[in-house]
């Protein structure tokens, strides 16, 4: 098992930055990409970005490149979600997940574990 904790979610205003972190523990050794996804009100949830755990590939959904870097921690086995330059449209819960798939990491059908979220929410 894998235990997924999310924090630094927050209300900000447009244009302003957060910095979401997920910390694991338990069985890490097992996971091969950990991603951040993203559920808007009344909409289907969204994949963010990837890292790979070993930190050599990351990959972005295109409304957020540029914007949100995603990045990892080895030793604190953290992986983070800068957000800067943040929009209303940005606004939602954003969740990390992990899995120990090597492919379809954009699918969320292939997460294991995923964290309890946390609330974005950037005014305009």
């Known amino acids: 098992q894998v235990q997924l904790v999310e924090s630094g979610g927050g209300l900000v205003q447009a244009g302003d930055s957060l910095r979401l972190s997920c910390a694991a523990s338990?069985?890490?050794?097992?996971?091969?990409?950990m991603a951040w996804f993203r559920q808007a009100p009344g909409k289907e949830r969204e994949f963010v970005a990837v890292?790979?755990?070993?930190?050599?590939?990351?990959y972005y959904v295109d409304s957020i490149k540029g914007r949100f870097t995603i990045s990892r921690d080895s030793a604190q086995n953290t992986v983070y979600l800068q957000m800067n330059s943040l929009k209303p449209e940005d606004t939602a819960v954003y969740y990390c997940?992990?899995?120990?798939?090597?492919?379809?990491?954009?699918?969320?059908?292939?997460?294991?574990?995923w964290g309890q979220g946390t609330q974005v929410t950037v005014s305009s």
């Open positions: 997940a992990a899995s120990s798939a090597v492919s379809r990491y954009e699918s969320e059908v292939v997460y294991d574990y």
């Open positions: 338990g069985r890490t050794f097992n996971i091969y990409h």
């Open positions: 890292i790979r755990w070993s930190g050599r590939f990351t």
